[in-house]
Every structure is written in structure tokens, then in C-alpha cells.
């Protein structure tokens, strides 16, 4: 079990609502990632956040946006949600320069958009 | 630009039957490769890497992968799996200055009695 949790667990929404998801980061990590699952697939990458700034992003709109905070803590914020955001989301810590080695996932947030 | 292709989407076997899980890869800088492991509702968990040195990597519960680079290859195996062992499987690469991780589509490995 890695140190990385996600919160809520699961989340339902409605179309158009905005939605926020929380990252607590593994002790000694500063680099956070957000990934996005959806069902039947592998994870695809959201953006990156090192020392509270973005720092790398995918092929993902705007309406996804994130935040990283001085304890480096993380949340993805989703705006006007859609029926295909719905997806397992993921947290990925790592200390900086290692994300790409060493990252650690949390367990996910399951959000269902309705 | 890096991709992952896993080449098949299920794999049932037998209890204490060997396995191999098929990873093909792209990309135009060295790679670096990991086989990640997903049990229902849960999140992923680092099987095994290939950074360097040695093709042979060795994971956790008894996996291990081999990195061939002519083939572009990363082929995930084991000589005897437990009913434990059904979960997804996904393949992932990442290199150069790319810190994200590229992943397939997963493998739905089903092992049976």
C-alpha cells in the first residue's frame, strides 16, 4: 500500500455540475500527476503539478484544472462536467525529477456523471 | 511521440499454468518500461521496471519481464500463476525528458481453477 489517498472514493454527478477531487502526496514527494481511467482503458495523463505550479500537460480542455498546495497536497477540479468524464481518476506522487521512475498511484476516485 | 500496445485484451489460463502478457512499444528516445498490476476497484501497483542495465528484470509475485530492444518489446511472464493473480495488467513507458507514463489498454489476465 503506498502512502498516496484519494478522496472521495466514489462521486456521482450530474451533467454540467462541477466536481473536486483530492490528492494527499506520499511523505517526501513535491511532483504530483492526475491520470484519468476510463473503462475498458489505460490510464491517460492529465497534467502535472511540481512546487504549485503545472508543469506538463495532456491532451485534456481546459475545463480540467488543477492545484497543488504548499504541503503538496493536490486536487483536479472538472468544470461543466460531461458524460464521458466519467472515469476513474488517479494520483500519481513522486519526489521531483523521478515521476517517470518512481511514481506511487493512489486507489482512485470512481466518478460517475449522470 | 510514445505509444503502448498491448497485444491481447484477455488472457485466460489455468491455475500453475505459465503465462505471457505481450507489451509492443514506440518511441523515439530510450525508454524507460514498467508493468503495473490493477485488482478490481483498486489502483495501480508497480510490478516491475526497466530502467537500464540487465534486459531480465524481476518483480514482485514472481513476475518478470524481458526488454528487447530490437523487437521493441516488454513482455511480461510468469511460470506458474495463482488464482491471486487475476487482475488487469497494464504496460507503460516514459523517456527522455518525458516524465508522464504512456500506457496500453490493459490485459485482463483470468486465472481458473
Known amino acids: 500500500e503506498t502512502g498516496v489517498t484519494q478522496s472521495p472514493t466514489h462521486l456521482i454527478k450530474t451533467r454540467g455540475q462541477q466536481v473536486t477531487l483530492r490528492c494527499s502526496s506520499q511523505?517526501?514527494?513535491?511532483?504530483v500527476s492526475w491520470y484519468q481511467q476510463a473503462l475498458g482503458q489505460g490510464p491517460q495523463f492529465i497534467f502535472q503539478?511540481?512546487?504549485?505550479?503545472?508543469?506538463g500537460r495532456g491532451n485534456f480542455p481546459p475545463r480540467f484544472s488543477g492545484l497543488q498546495f504548499p504541503n503538496y497536497s493536490s486536487e483536479l477540479n472538472v468544470n461543466a462536467l460531461e458524460l464521458d468524464d466519467s472515469a476513474l481518476y488517479l494520483c500519481?506522487?513522486?519526489?521531483?525529477?523521478?515521476?517517470?521512475?518512481?511514481?506511487?498511484f493512489g486507489q482512485g476516485t470512481r466518478l460517475t456523471v449522470v | 511521440a510514445q505509444s503502448v500496445t498491448q497485444l491481447d485484451s484477455q488472457v485466460p489460463v489455468f491455475e500453475e499454468a505459465p503465462v505471457e502478457l505481450r507489451c509492443n512499444y514506440s518511441?523515439?528516445?530510450?525508454?524507460?518500461l514498467f508493468w503495473y498490476v490493477q485488482y478490481p476497484n483498486q489502483g495501480l501497483q508497480l510490478l516491475l521496471k526497466?530502467?537500464?542495465?540487465?534486459?531480465l528484470v524481476k518483480g514482485i509475485n514472481g513476475f518478470e519481464a524481458e526488454f528487447n530492444k530490437s523487437q521493441t518489446s516488454f513482455h511480461l511472464r510468469k511460470p506458474s500463476v495463482h488464482i491471486s493473480d487475476t487482475a488487469e495488467y497494464f504496460c507503460?513507458?516514459?523517456?527522455?525528458?518525458?516524465?508522464?507514463?504512456?500506457f496500453g489498454k490493459g490485459t485482463l489476465l483470468t486465472v481458473n481453477p
Open positions: 511523505s517526501g514527494h513535491n511532483t
Open positions: 507503460a513507458v516514459s523517456g527522455g525528458s518525458n516524465y508522464k507514463l504512456t
Open positions: 526497466y530502467l537500464s542495465g540487465s534486459t
Open positions: 500519481a506522487s513522486a519526489v521531483s525529477g523521478w515521476m517517470n521512475t518512481e511514481a506511487f
Open positions: 503539478y511540481y512546487r504549485e505550479e503545472e508543469n
Open positions: 518511441s523515439s528516445v530510450s525508454v524507460y
